[in-house]
T-cell receptor, first 111, second 116 residues
Framework: AQSVTQPDIHITVSEGASLELRCNYS??????LFWYVQSPGQGLQLLLK??????LVQGIKGFEAEFKRSQSSFNLRKPSVHWSDAAEYFC?????????FGSGTKLNVKP | EAQVTQNPRYLITVTGKKLTVTCSQNMNHEYMSWYRQDPGLGLRQIYYSMNVEVTDKGDVPEGYKVSRKEKRNFPLILESPSPNQTSLYFC???????????????FGPGTRLTVT
């Protein structure tokens, strides 16, 4: 069965520091990959997506993600975190008509 | 404005009292889906629909029903709610692109359900 793993439940970074959120998936072929952000009390907003082609994808709010087939990973990065980035982040895969989410990573930003 | 709407946004009910959460999208999307979000578990898919009259189970369908009689609407029905169905529910839609599959999902604002 397909699965998505986000190994970090909580991450705290200082404002201005770099950020990397990890995502690993379990599936034989390359699924479609997505990152979403959920601010407190809000719905989900798409940050970026990967379907094929260039393995480094750019998203909104200065985020990027790199697909590594050999590691079955799709890690999310941002070079300089802002206080407004504090939220919960979800990795998602699509395969065969279904969507699968990771359990999420809560990001806390220290002033 | 392109959007997915859900109603109600908040609902408190008692065990066994049937309820329906409505979901509607105005983007002419083929694919619609329901999720529940629980702390530490992320979002889990309950049911999905590829088109009118075509529905299928997700990962956690027990205790839920859905119907898709019109393309824009996809209601979630809890015939006999129980306390373990207390959760935050999201509806989503996505355009179907034939051989290319589906693209990203567009989510509703969520419905917080409490079953006592």
């Amino acid at each position: 069965a397909q699965s998505v793993t986000q190994p970090d439940i909580h991450i705290t970074v200082s404002e201005g520091a770099s950020l990397e959120l990890r995502c690993n998936y379990s599936y034989g072929a390359t699924p479609y990959l997505f990152w979403y952000v959920q601010s407190p009390g809000q719905g989900l907003q798409l940050l970026l997506k990967y379907f094929s082609g260039d393995t480094l994808v750019q998203g909104i709010k200065g985020f990027e993600a790199e697909f590594k087939r050999s590691q079955s990973s799709f890690n999310l990065r941002k070079p300089s975190v802002h206080w407004s980035d504090a939220a919960e982040y979800f990795c998602e895969i699509y395969n065969f008509n279904k969507f699968y989410f990771g359990s999420g990573t809560k990001l806390n930003v220290k002033p | 404005e392109a959007q997915v709407t859900q109603n109600p946004r908040y609902l408190i009910t008692v065990t066994g009292k049937k309820l329906t959460v409505t979901c509607s999208q105005n983007m002419n999307h083929e694919y619609m889906s329901w999720y529940r979000q629980d702390p530490g578990l992320g979002l889990r898919q309950i049911y999905y629909s590829m088109n009118v009259e075509v529905t299928d189970k997700g990962d956690v369908p027990e205790g839920y029903k859905v119907s898709r009689k019109e393309k824009r609407n996809f209601p979630l029905i809890l015939e006999s709610p129980s306390p373990n169905q207390t959760s935050l529910y999201f509806c989503a839609s996505s355009p179907f692109l034939g051989d290319r599959g589906l693209y990203e999902q567009y989510f509703g604002p969520g419905t917080r359900l409490t079953v006592t």
